[in-house]
């Protein structure tokens, strides 16, 4: 059986919540939300006043659904600098 994808997922939550719901709370047109179903996406922008409605009815809002930036690996190394050894500490 096929995973549901990303956008049907979506999709069906958005449906579920009501697209001039989703819309009004996330400040954005009812067109701007049938895009980002249609991407598979919703802008992390409009987490909060989603988040809020969800709240409201007692659903879970999935980051997931989201376009959160992931924090990128660092490639600095993780020893202490110079500028923290003992005797600059003590003085």
């Given amino acids: 059986m096929p995973r549901d994808s990303q956008k049907s997922r979506l999709?069906?939550?958005v449906d579920a919540l009501g697209r001039p719901?989703?819309?009004?709370r996330a400040g954005v047109s009812v067109g701007a939300v049938d895009l980002a179903v249609h991407n598979g996406q919703m802008s992390a922008?409009?987490?909060a006043g989603i988040s809020e409605l969800c709240r409201?009815?007692?659903v879970e809002c999935p980051q997931e659904f989201f376009g959160f930036n992931k924090p990128k690996?660092?490639?600095k190394s993780k020893t202490p600098?110079?500028?923290t050894s003992s005797s600059e500490v003590s003085a």
């Fill in 56 to 58: 409201d009815r007692g």
């Fill in 21 to 24: 719901e989703v819309a009004d």
């Fill in 45 to 47: 922008r409009w987490y």
């Fill in 11 to 13: 999709k069906r939550f």
């Fill in 81 to 83: 600098s110079a500028a």
């Fill in 73 to 75: 690996q660092s490639t």
